[in-house]
């Protein structure tokens, strides 16, 4: 067998967190990291080590150069950055209303997106599935 | 006056008539003190005369203003003065709220009398039919001239209203985007503790759980979202009470202390869990009756403590008791995170929250001091919140009045 594949979860709900550690890691069999840190999720990125990002756009610990950042800017970051840029990014917000889901997803150029509530494990689990199969593709074309 | 000429145009005024005006003149004026006589006698009848005519001495006056009128018809001079002096007539009448209408059928009155003298005075056929016209047009240009000022008149209210229109609506455009951030928000707020509900049940159903702790674990984790979803159901519903007046309150004289007892039972477990000092500063014997709800001022106590215990990462939470002049006062002062000065007003303001990723953090609708305020407020007291600044703590006080026979004895 390869080497388990890893998902960065940057959330701030602690819960959640959690959530995503049984769904992800326990169910899914994934190696889920999860982090607030900015600084940390840029270098982890960077490094390699990460094969999937699930992001949530309302964050009360994401510090950036001493400021306060949004799930928003983390993807900016993370896109503007050709070592990090081709890390699919799967947003995961509850921000749900009329038009939040098309101007999140052209402000973060996201990969896929998702409202919660967010609990059917497997369909979370299919839809990151599908994210790093193309995302494979993608990079034995470019390589 | 632009307009005038235009009038002039539209009237087909020429010199020629400015000619036979002038030679109409001496012919008209001996007619002149008849025909305000006349007006006058007919005018008062006009069912919205009463309402004008208040002493029987403007009538005399108004003769001579009528006859004044009519000489000015004649003298061959219709420049800048003549409009304006004319336009100001009107401006007269729009003032006495007199309807443009009877200004009209005046003017009917009067043209009829003139024609009438013409007809009579003059016995040279084509001059009399000169005098006839050029007497119409100039009858004409002065109805215009009045009837301008009911024009303007009406346009500038227009304006005005106009005017009134666009700040009610900017105002209602903005109250109502208030309102959608708050939905929206309101909307983020719900779905956060209902992904926790369901996907920590769904992952026990699912059977993803190796032992029963660790079941029992995650459904605890479910209950603790579900209390937190209940508790901001809870502020939503009594907001939506508050804004619809249908806020109940059941005043009565009560005890303090056995309430406070309860609130600092329940607080106490929530700062103990993160090592924060909660200090009873009450005095411990003798806390005056006071009157209110006593089941919302409980909620005040808990909303106002909670709230201070959920912002303190270190130190204490003190609360004190003392009396004000009829009122019982309360201190909550923490050394918690503290609130930047020009945020502190928007506190206590509904539908806007200073800032959402405290709530996040730290739990709860973020509407706890709107509707303590209101609460506080409705049992006759005050509430205030004074903090120096981020980093600074903060200090909530708020009354509550003392039973009035425990301040008589
Ligand atoms: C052809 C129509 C009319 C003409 C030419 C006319 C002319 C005048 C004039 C020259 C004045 C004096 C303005 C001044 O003080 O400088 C005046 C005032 C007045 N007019 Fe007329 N008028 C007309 C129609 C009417 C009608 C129909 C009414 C009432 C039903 C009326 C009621 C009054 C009153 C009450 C004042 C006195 C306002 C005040 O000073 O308190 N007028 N009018």
């Known amino acids: 067998m390869t080497k388990k594949q890893t998902i960065l979860v940057v959330e701030d709900n602690v819960l959640i967190v959690k959530f995503y550690h049984m769904a992800l890691g326990r169910q899914g069999g994934y190696e889920v990291y999860a982090t607030e840190e900015v600084e940390e999720i840029l270098t982890l990125a960077r490094s390699g080590a990460i094969d999937l990002v699930i992001l949530d756009i309302s964050l009360s610990g994401a510090q950036y150069r001493g400021k306060q950042i949004d799930g928003v800017q983390i993807a900016e970051l993370l896109r503007k950055d050709e070592d990090t840029a081709h890390i699919p990014i799967l947003i995961a917000t509850a921000h749900a209303m009329e038009g939040d889901r098309e101007k999140i997803i052209s402000a973060t150029s996201a990969d896929d997106y998702l409202e919660k509530p967010i609990y059917d494990s497997k369909k979370l689990i299919e839809k990151i599935e599908a994210l790093l199969s193309t995302n494979k593709g993608r990079a034995i074309q470019s390589g | 006056m632009e307009n005038f000429l235009e009038i002039q145009r539209y009237i087909n005024f020429t010199e020629q008539d400015v000619a036979i005006l002038k030679r109409l003149a001496p012919i008209m ?8 006589e006349r007006f006058y006698s007919e005018i008062p009848k006009h069912p919205e005369a009463f309402k004008v005519f208040r002493e029987p001495e403007q009538i005399d006056r108004l003769r001579r203003s009528l006859q004044r009128w009519g000489t000015e018809l004649f003298t061959g001079v219709y420049d800048e003065k003549y409009v304006q002096q004319r336009y100001q007539i009107g ?8 309807p443009q209408k009877y200004v009209i059928s005046a003017m009917a009155l009067v043209r009829e009398y003139f024609h009438q003298v013409i007809n009579q005075e ?8 000169q005098a006839n016209i050029s007497m119409d047009k100039i009858l004409d240009i002065d109805l215009n001239l009045m009837c301008e000022a009911y024009f303007s008149t009406s346009m500038q209210a227009l304006r005005e209203i106009n005017q009134q229109l666009e700040e009610a609506n900017r105002r209602l455009h903005e109250a109502s985007e208030v309102k959608s951030e708050f939905l929206a928000r309101t909307s983020h707020e719900l779905r956060t503790p209902l992904s926790s509900i369901l996907g920590f049940i769904r992952l026990v159903v699912d059977g993803v759980c190796q032992t029963r702790e660790e079941e029992m674990d995650l459904l605890n984790d479910a209950f603790q979202a579900a209390e937190h979803l209940l508790s901001i159901v809870n502020d939503l519903l009594d907001v939506a009470r508050i804004e619809a007046g249908k806020l109940e309150m059941q005043p ?5 202390r056995p309430i406070l007892r309860q609130v600092f039972a329940l ?15 009450t005095d411990p014997i003798k806390l005056p009756r006071v009157w209110g709800d006593p089941e919302r001022f409980k909620q005040v106590l808990i909303n106002i403590i909670g709230n201070a215990v959920k912002f303190t990462d270190h130190g204490q939470v003190m609360v004190s008791t003392r009396l004000d002049d009829g009122y019982l ?8 995170i503290g609130i930047a000065k020009e945020k502190q007003a928007e506190l206590f303001e509904k539908f806007k929250q200073v800032d959402t990723s405290l709530t996040r953090r730290y739990g709860g609708s973020g509407l706890g001091l709107v509707i303590s305020k209101h609460l506080v407020e409705r049992m006759g007291g005050k509430i205030e919140l004074h903090s120096e600044g981020l980093g600074f703590g903060t200090t909530v006080t708020f009354t509550i009045p003392i039973h009035p026979k425990y301040l008589d004895s």
Not at chain 2, 91 to 98: A, E, K, P, S, T
Not at chain 2, 252 to 256: G, H, L
Not at chain 2, 267 to 281: F, N, R
Request: aromatic share 6%; proline share 8%; net charge negative.
């Open chain 2, 267 to 281: 607080t106490t477990l929530q700062a103990e869990q993160k090592s924060v000092q909660l200090k009873d500063g």
């Open chain 2, 29 to 36: 004026q001996p007619h002149l003190p008849k025909m305000a």
């Open chain 2, 252 to 256: 009565r004289p009560f005890e303090v």
């Open chain 2, 91 to 98: 401006h007269i009448h729009v003032q006495i709220h007199l």
């Open chain 2, 329 to 336: 006062q309360f201190e909550v002062k923490d050394t918690g």
């Open chain 2, 122 to 129: 003059i016995d040279d056929a084509p001059f009399r039919m």
